[in-house]
């Protein structure tokens, strides 16, 4: 593309991210026919969507995971979507279904996963393979409701309580939902439409990559359609243009080979806890900018349509406040262009015992469990490579397994650093694809204004889709940004389900 | 007393403790009988002893406490020795006994505990309330050995391994059999013994002052001998002039109001972990030197005698190899003098979950347990004290329970610093005591030379002794110092166990 034409684009996107007319707003069909489906089923899809949720989805569990998968080929082959699964040894399935257009211009691909992140049912309020309805949010006093009787009014502020309520059976589900709808209405796709759902991604999609090399004429496509992540806090309908990566690792430092008494040894023996905790502390400045060395080197500047994207973003400062934080991290930096920068967090760090189960131990090791998100220009291996790096400039040995006596005798501080081997780098897909413009009026069509955003700040599994078939990424994120996605009491709202179907429902019939 | 007589106790204590004649040693009757009656009864004695470490002890858990004391209560009864149990209400009672001597000088009280640390079962090899015997060291190879058969040699470097094996039912135990050895022997104490044996010593003994202010005559005598605690890493006979007193306290520090995903806030919301790695990583030196202010000022030095003691004392250097260790604390200086210095340790650490168990978020809360270990000079409350004033010097606003939202907006740092209710203060009881002479000659009769020590690194509640009966206090540790105390697979050597019997009937026997 030339830079003349290339700047015209970005002009032309430009102008689309700030016409926000509230007057071109549900002037879809499509999602009309899908409000009046659940206008008139709320019920009926409340109780099918509450037995997808009991069957228990972590990504390790694979019988209910193959559970689960069984459900979706029911649920696909009784809306006529011929469904089947794409397999390879050891996996989870992922599972296909699609509607072939003759004569069909595009062929769109709709992402998403039922798969749940772990979990430990004793930091739940109610136990998360049995969905309740709550009035409104647990930690606002949201009381818990029976079951809507027939006829009864279902109100759209409820919220349903269950593991992947939000995170992401709520986007399968809503698929479904406005296949459902538009078969109802009459209303038949113009381009193929293929639906994909892995199994897997809450694990970083160890094999996706496999199938999708297996698969990959099936699953090409003009675009992918991601279809996971919270809408914006606004409360308006969200479209992301890329995800950042993730590369996950967990780092151990050693003390005594075994626990010490630490009444008698107390003063002597290294802690692994105080270890750790200085370790860790060198990698952040008090305003949460990392401080591992050329971190932030290589990141791809957002570019003036993007950053534009960002300034129509929520308000940070209410989410701020209702959050109880006095304040935030990024040195004044707004969260949409934190989120485009790569980040080191402590997902969870342990040694001994707290509480009425800690004793009075010099613990023998201390644990941090690391994710890195990555964005564009900044690799998995390569900023593995720095926090490495970083760890050896603090005066340690590092290795990858446990160290032997002999190892522990010859150095006096050693991390060990298992690096997850399932990681992916980030995706940004230019704002000015062709196809965007339509995607971005579709979704005005549905519900106006919307959000649009370069890059979302969670992380799925773009690159394999640009690297192994050469298609482009569009995220749609339809769930309610406070649904305590990845923590205990996950939850969607059903004004959030309600929407997405109207959301599917849209880009499904585009043409 | 005045100065030149204090002069002269102190040469005459420093001749004691340079005096360490092997000539002396099993030059004791009493030990010799123990030694008769262990050699003829080692299948009986392990069994009896197996059959007190099936009784579960942990201090919260009441009715199995109670069953530990009523087994004592049938003990002391077959021995003589007028078992009744000391109570205060809600609390785990203690075990008393006792052999009243007509016409005794002395009153000799001998104290222990039968309660044991907290512990996760999941840890041990085998479960904690079921002993098996070892050959060896667990993590040197030792193998599960059947009960021995009846007549089937027992070798002495074979290891119990249960929760107290060595910590503290080892010391109760030796007592018991010390009394039979006693018995069959025909030999009669020459002073008043009394028995006292605590049920709730591993959370800080939270109701024994009561109980000695209950019985204040019955339990006041010329020395309490304090039988707990491991042994010189020599194998020495150990005695120790003293212990550290110690005080708890939980460290949390807060993030947002609720675990968010770490993808579409990293960079944004502070995360709780890092503040506290950074909050405790400012408290030590890389030394471990603790960095808060005044954390060492008031502690009263040690003495001539009690200096010479220290340099008698183990190879620190040996023990720093056997722990894989390549470097130690303490800027130099040994283990001896650094317990006889404050300490604070992280008992435990813990935020989010680490392993297969982690998820992907910026978790809500960071927790440290700390210990804080006190010597002579150093008060429990002035400890807590500093180290709060530390914490407000990193910019946190301390609180003593969860904040509520207003307190949450109001300050950027929030840490709740629990202190727990029951720490207790540093003993150093004098080594020119008229009776540490004859409680040194008694230990070096039985086994020569023996090692002794001005202060103990654990903690024991001397301080209440001391404040509520005047009596001043002795501890005699027999346990091997490698035996995982307050740990997962705590284990005691059968070697200290007999030797344990020799050392408590030869103190049960002294004039």
Redesign the interface.
Known sequence: MNIVKRICSIVIAFTMVAALSPAQAQDNAAARAAREWRTAHERQILDDYFAFLRIPNLS?DLPNVRRNAEYLMQAMDKRGLKARLLEVPGAPPAVYGEILVPGAKHTYVFYSHYDG????PNEWATPPFEPVLRTARL?LGGQLLPFPAPGQRIDADWRIYARSASDAKAAVFSMLTAVDALNAAGLKPRANIKFIFEGEEELESPHFAQILAANKELLKGDLWFICD??EDPSGRLTIKFG??G?Q?L?LTV??????????????????P??M?????????D?E?RVLVENFYDGVVPLNAVELASIAEAGN?DAQR??????????GGKS?GE??N?P?L???????????????????ST????I?L?LVKGVTKEGQVARVIAHIRKQGYYVVDRD?D?AT??????IARVVVSADGYNAVRTPMDLPLAANVLATARSVRSPIAVQPT????VPLDMIVDVLGTETISVSTAN?DN?????NEDIKLLNLWNGFETHAALIMME
Chains 1, 2 share one sequence.
Do not use: C
């Open positions: 390790r992140q772990p979990l430990d930690d992540g919270p995800a950042r993730i996950k967990e050693f003390g005594p080979k075994r626990p010490l008494h630490s009444g008698h040894y107390g003063n002597w023996a290294p802690n806890a105080l750790l905790a200085q370790l860790l502390g060198s990698m952040k008090a949460g940070d406040k209702e959050l109880g934080l006095a304040r935030v991290d990024g969260l934190l989120i920068q980040s967090n402590i997902r969870g760090m342990s040694s001994g015992r707290i509480g009425e189960q800690a004793a009075n131990i010099i613990p201390a644990t941090a469990a994710d998100r160290p006596d522990r005798l010859a150095h006096p501080r979302s700040g969670g992380s940004y305590n996605q990845h923590s205990n």
